[in-house]
């Protein structure tokens, strides 16, 4: 009797450890229910002037440690994404140059780009693309000295972790890193986590990672402040590694068991950046680049529904502007336009401080003759977890005064 009463306390104290987990997966159940509902309603918005590449940014493979993840792997991952670009950040070696050794043309039908993830010697990290050899010396420069550097060469520079870098506000780099998924998932719990992939894992597995999803204000605040002065494009950081799981391996590196609960497929899923080219114009490095430093782009996190035919953009007499894009104000007002394919809340801010609001709508409009940078972020509010999450931030279109 008393071994009876002793597996029955056991059994109950499992039961109410478990029943959070339980109810959690419920709740993922129910978001799947939702995005899938969501999908059907979609309505793409037809538009012929631009074409909508979408790919990932911060990649790394086993070139430069962190990683085992293959450039099979990889190249798998973004096909079964369909995805357009993949924009690899190798870790230097002393060695070898990873950035010349990475993925870089086209690889089954997607570009890629070979790049680093550098630390310079002020302790700042950036990302730069596309890269070489000199990327091995990064940790001996000075972060305004790198940047200038990558800048004489063509190259773009990229602040990573902006919340911990300290000399980078004074130096003319080209973006920064306003999301980085692989700094939400280092806030994952391990315990709380081993419980939800026990229970949630076989079913939605991008679900468990997109409850952790969070706003980025800290870099947000840091993208608006810096914008105040001149230019600076924003990106999302996948920063894929396939790094986080469990393994047997033999000696030479050969797993025997192997379960990650970051794979490519699922990073590339989650958050992407979408790139706008001019239709009909040569889709290539150049022109992708080209771009991403002019800012004709948008962050999304595709994993709760596709954006593709979202626009920000700028008119006036007839002429358009699109997001990245600067417009020297006269006497003439501007308006500016934000469209989505679903209806959602759309927020319009200005230098970092929300103007305008639209719920329940697929457009927002505001006529305005102020000068100051203008930015969209898009909430899908129908989702349960993720309402107050974002689901699109666009870049930026700065109005300023005529000189």
Not at 304 to 319: I, K, N, V, Y
Request: with cysteine.
């Amino acid at each position: 009797m008393r071994a009876f009463k002793c597996i029955v306390v056991v059994l109950l104290i499992a039961a109410l450890t478990q029943a959070p987990f339980i109810y959690r997966r419920q709740e993922l159940a129910h978001l799947r229910a939702e995005i899938d509902k969501l999908a059907a309603e979609r309505r793409p918005l037809a538009d012929t002037t631009f074409e909508d590449y979408k790919g990932v940014i911060h990649v790394h493979s086993w070139l430069g440690g962190h990683s085992t993840g293959t450039f099979e792997q990889i190249v798998q991952a973004a096909r079964v994404n369909d995805l357009d670009f993949v924009i690899m950040t190798e870790h230097p070696e002393r060695h070898i140059s990873t950035a010349d050794a990475t993925l870089k043309g086209v690889h089954d039908g997607v570009l890629f780009v070979n790049g680093s993830e550098v630390r310079t010697a002020d302790g700042d990290r950036l990302l730069i693309f596309p890269s070489d050899a000199s990327a091995n010396d990064a940790a001996k420069m000075k972060t305004g000295e790198l940047v200038a550097r990558a800048g004489s060469k063509g190259q773009t520079t990229v602040v990573a972790y902006p919340h911990e870098s300290r000399a980078w506000q004074q130096t003319e780099f080209d973006g920064i890193e306003i999301y980085n998924l692989y700094t939400d998932a280092r806030r994952l719990r391990p315990l709380p986590f081993a419980f939800d992939a026990l229970w949630s894992w076989w079913s939605y597995p991008d679900l468990i990672f997109a409850r952790i999803n969070s706003k980025p204000t800290a870099a947000l605040r840091s993208w608006d402040e810096a914008q105040r002065h001149r230019a600076v494009f924003a990106i999302a950081g996948n920063d894929a590694h396939a790094n986080i799981g469990i393994g047997l391996y033999l000696a030479s590196g050969h797993p025997l068991l192997e379960i990650k609960f970051d794979p490519y497929e699922i990073s590339f899923h989650l958050v992407r950046n979408h790139v706008l080219i001019a239709r009909g114009a040569r889709f290539d490095q150049t022109s992708l680049l080209s771009a991403i430093a002019r800012g004709h782009s948008y962050i999304a996190f595709d994993i709760f529904s596709d954006p593709t035919g979202f626009l920000f953009s700028a008119e006036r007499d007839g002429q358009r502007w699109i997001m990245g894009d600067e417009l020297a104000l006269d006497e003439r007002s501007v308006l500016l336009r934000a469209q989505t394919p679903l209806p959602a809340r759309i927020l319009l801010i200005k230098d970092g401080v929300v103007i305008k609001e639209a719920r329940g709508t697929t457009s927002l409009e505001h006529r305005t003759d102020e000068a100051g940078a203008y930015r969209i972020e898009v909430y899908l509010e129908r989702l349960p977890l993720i309402a107050e999450k974002p689901w699109i931030i666009s870049n930026q279109i700065r109005l300023t005064h005529d000189r």
